[in-house]
């Protein structure tokens, strides 16, 4: 774990820059299935951050320090550490229906209001923005149902019109290669040319999280094969357009 906070910060940050359904559609690692070494580096850090951001100018002391790990570990160790940062984002940017005030102490009580917020607004934007569940995700890449080609074309449309809209590959695409994995795998030729960049973006990414302790395990040739469909999908369709 570096010394410095700042490299830690910058990968909170960029997943503060995904819009709240991208973010919500993106499969995180819950605080249960972490490391405990990896908790006991990033925790510290993260309350601080969170304390100085919130306008909380006493630091947190040892036993409050305690008592908040204590209680994320038992009552919020389904959350990740990217989710409680995310929880005090919403709550400083007023997006929850109330504030609260936290009388300028860090504790647990403060600290257990806010991710119970957290977590009903969560629920409340999985159902009105028809978000599907993490699990669910997971459950459907366990699946091998088969897929005609018109309904994997009629998809690959709908995403191909928001990505030249945003010039940015959207959430939705995670769920489309699940599904359609078996087109991609039938297309071996297309997709190898861009074997050498998948392979260093990929790994650029786990050493980045591996870094910064935040537990990502090592790429498989799954997730190679899913960066060499995205990228050659993508040249596919700037060269269409």
């Keep these: 774990m570096p010394t410095h906070p700042n490299g830690v910060w910058e990968v909170l940050d960029k997943a503060s820059q995904m819009t709240d359904r991208e973010f919500l559609s993106t499969p995180k690692q819950m605080i249960k299935d972490a490391p405990i070494e990896t908790l006991r580096s990033i925790l510290p850090l993260l309350m601080t951050r969170i304390c100085v951001l919130s306008g909380i100018k006493e630091e947190i002391d040892n036993l409050n320090a305690q008592d908040i790990s204590k209680m994320i570990l038992s009552r919020y160790k389904t959350l990740s550490v990217f989710e409680i940062n995310k929880a005090f984002e ?30 009903n607004w969560k629920k409340r934007q999985y159902r009105e923005q028809n978000i599907p569940m993490p699990d669910q995700l997971v459950k459907e890449a366990k699946k ?44 071996k030729d297309e997709m ?8 260093i973006l990929v790994k650029d990414e786990y050493r980045t999280m591996r870094k910064f302790n935040f537990g990502k395990p090592k790429p498989t040739e799954k997730e190679i094969k899913r960066k060499m469909a995205e990228l050659s999908l993508i040249e596919l369709w700037r060269n269409e357009n």
């Design 90 to 119: 919403l709550e400083r940017y007023s997006a929850y229906d109330r504030k609260t005030d936290h009388f300028q102490l860090f504790n647990a009580e403060y600290v257990g209001e806010i991710l119970k917020k957290y977590q």
């Design 192 to 199: 190898q040319k861009h074997r050498r960049k998948a392979e």
């Design 144 to 187: 091998e149902l088969p897929v005609t080609l018109k309904s994997e074309e009629e998809w690959a449309e709908e995403i191909k019109e928001e990505f030249l809209k945003t010039n940015q590959m959207p959430s939705a695409w995670f769920k489309y290669w699940l599904s359609t994995w078996k087109y991609f795998h039938g297309r």
